[in-house]
């Protein structure tokens, strides 16, 4: 089955500095990858995701990258600010498949 | 348009006690889960569904039953708890097709005692 890592596991940044989160995962037919913000003391929301179609994908200061043949893709949070503070999933699908597989987690801490 | 919800946000128990959790949702996805999170463990599938009146194991199933009678609703049952079960639960649900999307409830804190 599908496997995917998560690394960092804690990042800490100083307020306006970028931050970057990245992926592995093993499923090379793997074509949905979704990133999940969870604030303290609630569930998960999607902030971006991308398509194995795709390379790059932005939205205001959140982007995100994919190179398949590496099978690895990041999230890149550029002038972070403190309520970007929060612990950021990963996660890769299949289509087709019902279950996502996700990452352990990165817990990021902006500093103000 | 209330999303996911999840009934009750926190609750204590005794080892051996029984307690039903209740998602909700209100926007006619197919597809619904139960998973639980612990501390570096990240999220962990317990059951998930793929329509009304079906049920299937995920990662760590055991001690846990589900039921999906209704579409809009999706049970997780402990028959009789313990202490490894101690965790926060969080229900998701998505619709069926190409968007993969999940939408998750705000959490359910569970103490086992």
Same mark, same amino acid.
């Given at each position: 089955?599908?496997?995917?890592?998560?690394?960092?596991?804690?990042?800490?940044?100083?307020?306006?500095? $970028?931050?970057?989160?990245?992926?592995?995962?093993?499923?090379?037919?793997?074509?949905?990858?979704?990133?999940?913000?969870?604030?303290?003391?609630?569930?998960?929301?999607?902030?971006?995701?991308?398509?194995?179609?795709?390379?790059?994908?932005?939205?205001?200061?959140?982007?995100?990258?994919?190179?398949?043949?590496?099978?690895?893709?990041?999230?890149?949070?550029?002038?972070?600010?403190?309520?970007? $503070?929060?612990?950021?999933?990963?996660?890769?699908?299949?289509?087709? $498949?019902?279950?996502?597989?996700?990452?352990?987690?990165?817990?990021?801490?902006?500093?103000? | 348009?209330?999303?996911?919800?999840?009934?009750?946000? +926190?609750?204590?128990?005794?080892?051996?006690?029984?307690?039903?959790?209740?998602?909700?949702?209100?926007?006619?996805?197919?597809?619904?889960?139960?998973?639980?999170?612990?501390?570096?463990?990240?999220?962990?599938?317990?059951?998930?569904?793929?329509?009304?009146?079906?049920?299937?194991?995920?990662?760590?199933?055991?001690?846990?039953?589900?039921?999906?009678?209704?579409?809009?609703? +999706?049970?997780?049952?402990?028959? !009789?708890?313990?202490? !490894?079960?101690?965790?926060?639960? +969080?229900?998701?649900?998505?619709?069926?097709?190409?968007?993969?999307?999940?939408? +998750?409830?705000?959490?359910?804190?569970?103490?086992?005692?």
């Amino acid at each position: 089955g599908e496997n995917v890592e998560q690394h960092p596991s804690t990042l800490s940044v100083q307020e306006g500095d $970028s931050a970057v989160i990245k992926c592995t995962y093993s499923d090379s037919a793997s074509n949905y990858f979704p990133w999940y913000k969870q604030e303290l003391g609630k569930g998960p929301q999607l902030i971006i995701d991308i398509r194995s179609n795709v390379g790059e994908k932005k939205d205001q200061r959140i982007a995100v990258t994919l190179n398949k043949t590496a099978k690895h893709f990041s999230l890149h949070i550029t002038e972070t600010q403190p309520e970007d $503070s929060a612990v950021y999933f990963c996660a890769a699908s299949r289509g087709g $498949s019902y279950i996502p597989t996700f990452g352990r987690g990165t817990s990021l801490i902006v500093h103000p | 348009n209330a999303g996911v919800t999840q009934t009750p946000k +926190f609750r204590v128990l005794k080892t051996g006690q029984s307690m039903t959790l209740l998602c909700a949702q209100d926007m006619n996805h197919e597809y619904m889960y139960w998973y639980r999170q612990d501390p570096g463990m990240g999220l962990r599938l317990i059951h998930y569904s793929v329509g009304e009146g079906t049920t299937a194991k995920g990662e760590v199933p055991d001690g846990y039953n589900v039921s999906r009678l209704k579409k809009q609703n +999706f049970l997780l049952g402990l028959e !009789s708890a313990a202490p !490894s079960q101690t965790s926060v639960y +969080f229900c998701a649900s998505r619709r069926e097709g190409r968007t993969d999307t999940q939408y +998750f409830g705000p959490g359910t804190r569970l103490t086992v005692l």
